[in-house]
């Protein structure tokens, strides 16, 4: 086998705690260091984390980007930072694994593209559930033509953030539902149409301190004539969802994001639809990661994906802010 790939983590984001998981699991990659801007702040990650003494701890991202040790850098950090820290990694020469979404708008992740382009380095957005058999499974059932046409899909991710200091509800990061988890929503809507959207339409709820949008409602309508619609929030209960309704059949998923990693299931006009053994979703993406490094194996969505959806995301956002429909870049 290949030898794993050295990855190094930028910041002490909880996110992070999945992929140091996968990186336990994986013959593919290991953790070889971590970084926080505030070095106070590694002992109780570590800690937390159950991370081995081997792994070294460095109190800057500039550190952690000097460090000859890491090959690649996973970028959980606010959405406002993914542009900054990501093309700095590219020219320190290190792949990134970056999370979603890619940036703030279509402008940062274009130049981060491009930075990657000219280092020669992989940039891969962290859409997890996408490298999961069953979200796979999906797709080729739909493409084979079991509901016939895509006519409607429908999605959403909402949950309740409480703590007013949480990224999620901050402005000055780039938060807000649509960033966070609206953009799982467009991005199941690209998957099961297989196309990119022609015009956004979005209501939004905006914190009246915040400036986020704490609840949006967002359509968008493709070129075969399919329409999206989905819900995201930050401000209600908890749900998760993706359906799709077909010319001759329909599809629903209960567990679109999070995949079981054991027993995945859909249904499929009525019937269970069973996916058995497909694996950590996060693992899964780590592999993939990995592979596209050690083999230069082609990545399944390209870096330039996220600047897609990206489009997407702004064009809702904007919506919302005017209360008129906006197009959708062309990227």
């Not at 950590?280 to 959806?309: H, I, K, M």
Request: hydrophobic share 45%.
């Amino acid at each position: 086998m290949p030898a794993p790939v050295r990855v190094g983590i930028l910041s002490t984001a909880n996110i992070g705690g999945r992929l140091i998981t996968a990186l336990a699991n994986s013959p593919a990659a290991e953790l070889v260091a971590i970084s926080s801007r505030d070095a106070a702040r590694l002992p109780a990650y570590v800690e937390k984390f159950k991370i081995g003494a081997g792994v070294r701890q460095h109190g800057s991202y500039e550190a952690l980007l000097a460090d000859p040790a890491v090959e690649a850098v996973y970028n959980p950090l606010p959405n406002s930072l993914h542009a900054e820290w990501t093309s700095a990694a590219a020219q320190a020469g290190k792949h990134i694994l970056c999370e979603k979404p890619l940036a703030r708008d279509v402008a940062e992740c274009r130049a981060m593209l491009a930075a990657a382009e000219t280092a020669g380095v992989v940039l891969m957005e962290a859409f997890m559930y996408r490298h999961h058999p069953a979200t796979r499974r999906l797709r080729e059932v739909i493409a084979a033509g079991a509901i016939g046409a895509v006519r409607v899909v429908r999605a959403g991710f909402c949950f309740t953030v409480n703590d007013p200091t949480n990224i999620r509800l901050r402005g000055d990061v780039a938060g807000g539902s649509a960033m966070d988890v609206g953009c799982y929503c467009i991005n199941f809507a690209r998957l099961v149409t297989g196309e990119e959207p022609q015009t956004a339409y979005a209501v939004a709820t905006f914190g009246t301190t915040n400036g986020i949008d704490e609840t949006l409602v967002g359509t968008l309508s493709f070129p075969s004539g399919a329409v999206a619609q989905f819900e995201s929030s930050v401000q209600s209960a908890g749900r998760a969802f993706g359906n799709v309704l077909g010319s001759q059949g329909t599809l629903a998923v209960e567990r679109p994001w999070f995949p079981h990693p054991e027993r995945a299931v859909f249904q499929l006009n009525g019937q269970e639809v069973v996916v058995e053994g497909g694996g950590d979703p996060y693992q899964n993406e780590l592999e993939v990661f990995c592979e596209s490094l050690r083999e230069g194996t082609p990545l399944p969505l390209p870096p330039v994906d996220g600047a897609r959806n990206m489009a997407a995301l702004v064009a809702l956002l904007q919506s919302a802010r005017s209360g008129q429909p906006v197009p959708v870049e062309v990227v």
